[in-house]
């Protein structure tokens, strides 16, 4: 089998076992006689996986008794439009705080709904770093952030502090599970499962039950966070394989030692490609200021258009995949979340290295 | 590996072919190194899934080249909202056939959005058969129309005649790649994806351009039709790995011979099964009346509430999986979608007939 390293934004890089151990249950699983995608989400075989994956979710991120974890679909992406529908109710103002294209587009949607505000922003500096001097509105809804910012690669080293009447809600799609987060100080965090968490399809939404009570009645079931809380997110047919793939991922990061350990890792990855770019003269360049790295997404520019298309060239020739930059911005990002192994980093950093010296 | 005979309602029975290839390169598909579930979904791998998928569609069921096949996601139940939401403006009244329980949360859905008509119904007698009399409102927005309703075991035989202006719009969850269907007379239908097209997680909608145009901007981006047709279902990160399988599921249809072959196949099916029922002195009776028969979901009841208890414990026993009935109404149903096997539904039928003689 082809060698490669997948360095992909997302969809991305699964943890081998992980594969392995769905490949070999593809078609029988648990003496079933029957794939997991071809039982029916009222079965118990199949309860039990979900129930699995909401408990090992609960544990790894320590997340309190009154929040429910609910599996949506839609991705991030329809996530922006239901955090307003559910929670910007009259006379109250959503505020935004904008920290790349993401929460442009979660504040584009919320404008549809009602009134907004943007608490903060870097667009003016390129978003080449987290946003500071929160400024909130008159009776604020809540307040948004996107914590990971994959195509700027910043990310949000600290959680805002707020008055305990404003929820906190947050897009974690691209860095749950990569640190310790303190739950409690959100209302609502929500994360399309195709960096961390598994393949794509599903959506994992952590929620204070309290602010489940704000949810309106006339809203579109399906948009209802009340739906997937009353019916614990059997209300209708669940994405019942990539939810199954979710719970293996969360036993391979138990596996690992849970959230603290597999931080540690990630902060020993980004720091070998961030040591290369730093130590290179300038050959290689992060548009993100050191204090708003992102552990996840590491961006990096090359002296040249030309260059750049060489280095992505011959990177692909050594078998590295997915380390164009996203196609708003150009230059280069190697995603490295959870499941891209230290070593692949390793061979990135020298691959990285090699094709300076080539250079001069 | 034990042997059972799945006759679930879905998510259902898979072809083995199907499980099988993917089982084959789950872990490296084709010669890439890497997991579908790993390809970005802006890789000209997965591209190339996705295509492939769509333009067998479009060929097994005949679709023009004006409609438009997209890939969205929440199932029929969010398509609920959609429709309604895209489609029912002001002025104008929804009208929707009543055929079971799945038309009934279809028109609750609509309710919460405009003005809603029921065009015809046939709850009165308690869904036994397919509506007829169909009377339209003034200004229909629509006629929406369930094809096939899984609970009560009716399916529509033929499609309804309407004016050229009048949208038909079908909810084909349950029976979409059964049999032929002609397209052209439907401006919109959608299936969830958990019965004949693969796994749960993705929603196929096949819609007529022309009715694009009618779709409102004002609409949260991820519930407008044309957000999914101008950006080829990539707006956001799709359902990949329920895409693929669905291509694959595509190529098992092709292979079968195509929709009418399948269509004959399930006929077959089905009628070794009412044969049962209807030779059986009323031991096993069906509530569907013999004109509203449906060919994918076979209901049938036993003399006595023991009795039911007794068949489905001892069908279980035998390896049967899946045959109680809706919890909404019980009694028992066999699901038998395009990948159960002609042998499995004989095995039931010998079943059925082994376990009357048993009784008498």
Redesign the interface.
Known sequence: ????F?F???????P?EV??K??VE???YQ?????V??????SMLYENIQNHATERLRKLMNIPADYDILYM??????Q??AVP?NFLTEGKTANYCLSGSWSEKAL??AK?IGRTHIASSSKEENYSHIPEHLELSENPAYLHITSNNTIFGTQWKTTPELDAEVPLIADMSSDILSRTIPVEKYSLIYA?A?KNL?????TVVIVKKELLKRCPD??????NYQTFAKNGSL????????IY?LSLVLDWVADQGGVAQIEAMNAEKAELIYHVIDSSDSFYKGPAQPGSRSNMNVTFTLPTDELTKKFLYEASEH?F??LSGH?MIGGCRASIYNAVPLAHCERLAQFMTDFRTNFM
């Open positions: 089998m082809k060698q490669v997948n992909n934004a997302g969809p991305a890089a699964l081998k594969l392995q769905a490949q593809l078609l029988n003496e079933s006689g029957l794939s995608m071809e039982l029916s989400h009222r679909q839609g991705g991030a992406s329809l922006f439009s529908m584009k949607e549809k399309g195709q598994g393949p794509s399809g599903v006339h809203l579109p079931t399906m948009l209300y209708n047919t669940p994405p019942t394989f990539s793939m078998g995949i997915g196609r």
